[in-house]
């Protein structure tokens, strides 16, 4: 079974800070699929970003970096610059390889302060 | 709009009534899902078509459920005698991809259903 916790329940910061959203796995598979989904509050969840378990390069994609750790098991996630719009439910999410179903956290909410 | 759609984004019922919700995935999109998301917690995985035909079921789907996906196109997600603790957001998604190769599900904006 596949088990995501995100601890933070709700975090706010001030417009332009940094922010970065915790994600720690389970999963028994040693191929899998991590994903960040934003929901903003008119509810469509919206795919933001997608990591092979087998690839722990870090990467950066606009605004939006994430930091996988596999020894750790860890997805997290960082917003920088925050901005207004960036206020939302963030959802980490895994999938095992093979597997289509996906298993969300609790998520985080975002309220950035203008 | 080629995102998928969702209807109805609103449903009231009553307890013990049936009702059904219909979701219209992106149209190159051979996979489609259900989940549902109750207050406060992230969605949770009810079903899974590729195609027509439906290979994956969570225990959450009860009897009571029932998703259908004819002609491998749309799909119904129908919940008979509702009760109470059905009331959730119903979420519809799609992807494309074949077998062991994941693909990104995009999610539609949800039916949300409250049974009074």
Redesign the interface.
């Known amino acids: 079974a596949q088990k995501v916790t995100q601890a933070q329940t709700e975090i706010s910061v001030v417009e332009k800070e940094d922010v970065t959203l915790d994600c720690v796995y389970e999963t028994r598979d040693t191929t899998y699929y991590l994903f960040w989904y934003k929901q903003p509050p008119s509810g469509e969840l919206v795919f933001l970003i997608r990591r092979n378990s087998f690839d722990e390069q870090n990467e950066i994609s606009g605004r939006y970096s994430w930091n996988f750790q596999k020894s750790t098991s860890s997805f997290n996630f960082t917003i920088t610059a925050s901005q207004v719009v960036d206020s939302a439910v963030y959802f980490c999410a895994l999938a095992p390889y093979g597997n289509n179903r996906l298993a969300f956290g609790k998520g985080n909410q975002v309220v950035v302060i203008p | 709009d080629t995102g998928v759609s969702q209807n109805p984004r609103h449903k009231i019922t009553k307890r013990g009534q049936n009702v059904t919700f219909r979701c219209d995935p992106i149209s190159e999109h051979n996979?489609l899902?259900w989940?549902r998301q109750t207050l406060?917690?992230?969605?949770?995985?009810l079903t899974?078509f590729q195609n027509e035909a439906q290979l994956?079921k969570?225990r959450l789907l009860s009897d009571r459920f029932s998703a259908e996906r004819p002609k491998g196109s749309f799909s119904t997600l129908e919940i008979q005698r509702t009760e109470q603790g059905d009331s959730a957001?119903y979420?519809c998604?799609s992807?494309t991809?074949t077998?062991?190769i994941?693909n990104?599900?995009?999610?539609?904006?949800?039916t949300r259903l409250t049974v009074l």
């Open positions: 996979r899902y989940y406060g917690q992230g969605p949770e995985f899974y994956e969570s957001m979420l998604a992807s991809g077998s062991g994941y990104e599900q995009f999610f539609g904006p949800g």
